[in-house]
Every structure is written in structure tokens, then in C-alpha cells.
């Protein structure tokens, strides 16, 4: 892989990360109410309400407080929590490796859901297997993440006992057992996506021509299937993997709130509803980091299957 590649597609995040730092700052401005009130309380007076402005820089005109913004920004600071009163850098150190292991944790299960299911309708095409496989995928489809999330967590959490209703546990081994559930949520919704799309490629590249010379040679069916098929019917499976690796992490939002994960996901709504700016802010910008480098370790998986991308 040429290093040239890799360090255009690097270069092109930070663009993205200047954006998302402007939207984040305009967007948390403008918001109904001031910052300062939301942070005292409706029992503070109006003296006290606007030395907290002053303190803040509130009262200073729009570029300088991006100015300030940005500059704390590139000295990792993200601010002070306005309701738990801890750094918000540490607030995010804490909950985010529980979020990126539910979302690594979700897309496995996807993809193990999705690529033998996928092959299997391709082979099967046209069968009452196929038709079985996309029928059940299609509910995955229709269905929001958090009716998933309800109804696993009723019958397989409440009701049967099998897993935990919540929480996140110490150990590795309770960490898989405890966000079964959640990653199952995320990931079956992410399988239907893959799946279909999996389906329709393998479809496609057994009819190449390579493919018929292949079965010409001799070669046994599991060989053609892995290093011939899948090889190239991923590619395209890949990017939509990616893609969706990032509104993976926007689902976690939902998800951890519904398990009561403590993760990034779950902060984030609580620091909505207590109208946290600096964590909003802090969080919005982490999202739009991991999403980036998602997308670059994409980029980069997709060259490696492809190297034609190198050059496009």
C-alpha cells in the first residue's frame, strides 16, 4: 500500500475535524436559554448570572470565544462537566472504551450473522432458503433499534432470565456476557444491512468469467468461494461495513441508554437533558473523531482488497 495513500486520506480528516468544531460551537450557541442560567439554576440571581457569564467568556463576541474554544481544544482541554463538576476529558476516558467495545462487539456479531447467511442465500438463490433468510434479515430492516432493543431485553432479559437487564461487569468474560444483548441489538440490525449487500455481490461474481476458469482447473468449491468470491464480493461489503461501523456508534446512544450502559452513549443523553454544554461539545467532537478514523480504516481495508482505489 502506497504511504502517499495513506497520508492524503489522513490529511483529509482535518478538514472534517475543523467542521465539526465550528458546527459544535454554533450549533451549542444557539441553543434556547443561556449557558450560564442552565449551569446556577433558576435560583440564582441576576448579579451572580452574569459574573458566571464573565468567567465563562459569554459575554466576550463570538470569535473570541471560538478563539478560546479552539485554543483549549488543542491543549486537550475540553472544559469542566457543569453538573458532575469533574474534567469532561476524564468523563470521556472513563465511558468510551465501554462504547467502543459494545460497538466492536455489535459489528462482530454482525458480520458472523451476515457473511455465512449471505453465501448461503447466494448459493441457495431463488430457494425457500433464501427466501427464509431475507425474510427474517427484512424484519431487522423494518424494525427501529430500540424495539429490538425492548423486546430482546423483555423476553431474553426479564422474563427468561438467560442475560442481565443492564450493566457492564469487571472482567472480560462479563463484559461479553453483559452487553450480549446490546451488541445483539446493534449487530442484527447491521447484519440485515450487510447481508443484503453480501448476497448480491457473491451473486454477481459467480457468474464472472474468472470464476467458471477456476471450476475449470479443477479447484475444490471452498477454495473458489474463499479466494476468488468472497475476495471480491467484499470489497463493496467493506465500505458498507464502515459506513455503518459509524451510525453504529450514533446507535449506542439509544442502545446504552435502554441497558443502562455506562458508556459514551448514555453520558450523552444525560448531558442533553442537564443541558451539560462542555460534555455535548466534548462528545460531538470524540463522535465525529472515532467516525473519521473509522472511515479511514475503511479506506484503507478497501485498497488492500482493491488496490485500484489507491489510485482513484
Do not use: C
Not at 13 to 20: E, S
Not at 169 to 174: L, P, S, Y
Not at 212 to 230: E, N, P, W
Amino acid at each position: 500500500m502506497r504511504w502517499t495513500y495513506v497520508l492524503t486520506r489522513l490529511l483529509q480528516i482535518i478538514p472534517t475535524l475543523i467542521l465539526a468544531a465550528v458546527l459544535v460551537f454554533t450549533l451549542v450557541r444557539l441553543l434556547p436559554g443561556d449557558p450560564a442560567s442552565a449551569i446556577l439554576g433558576d435560583r440564582a440571581t441576576p448579579e451572580i448570572v452574569e459574573r458566571t457569564r464573565r468567567e465563562l467568556g459569554l459575554d466576550q463576541p463570538l470569535p473570541v470565544q471560538f478563539a478560546r474554544f479552539v485554543g483549549r481544544l488543542l491543549q486537550g482541554d475540553f472544559g469542566i462537566s457543569t453538573s458532575l463538576k469533574v474534567p469532561v476529558l476524564r468523563l470521556i476516558a472513563e465511558r468510551l472504551p465501554v462504547t467502543l467495545f459494545l460497538t466492536l462487539y455489535a459489528a462482530v456479531l454482525g458480520a458472523l450473522l451476515a457473511v455465512p447467511l449471505a453465501v448461503l442465500a447466494a448459493v441457495r438463490r431463488n430457494t425457500w432458503v433464501d427466501g427464509v433468510i431475507r425474510a427474517v434479515f427484512q424484519v431487522g430492516l423494518s424494525l427501529p433499534v430500540f424495539y429490538i432493543a425492548l423486546q430482546l431485553l423483555t423476553l431474553l432479559g426479564a422474563r427468561l432470565g438467560w442475560f442481565p437487564i443492564g450493566g457492564y461487569g469487571d472482567t472480560f468474560g462479563e463484559h461479553l456476557y453483559a452487553l450480549f444483548l446490546p451488541a445483539l441489538t446493534l449487530g442484527f440490525n447491521l447484519a440485515a444491512v450487510l447481508m443484503r449487500t453480501l448476497r448480491a455481490s457473491v451473486i454477481e461474481v459467480l457468474t464472472a468469467e474468472y470464476v467458471d476458469f477456476a471450476r475449470a482447473k479443477g479447484l475444490r468449491s471452498r477454495v473458489i468461494m474463499t479466494r476468488h468470491v468472497l475476495r471480491n464480493a467484499m470489497i463493496s461489503t467493506v465500505t458498507l461495513l464502515g459506513l455503518n461501523i459509524g451510525a453504529l456508534i450514533g446507535g449506542a446512544v439509544i442502545t446504552e441508554t435502554v441497558f443502562a450502559i455506562p458508556g459514551v452513549g448514555r453520558l450523552m443523553v444525560d448531558a442533553i437533558f442537564g443541558r451539560d454544554y462542555p460534555v455535548i461539545q466534548g462528545l460531538t467532537l470524540t463522535f465525529a473523531v472515532l467516525v473519521s478514523l473509522v472511515f479511514l480504516l475503511t479506506d484503507l481495508v478497501h485498497a488492500r482488497l482493491d488496490p485500484r482505489a489507491q489510485h482513484a
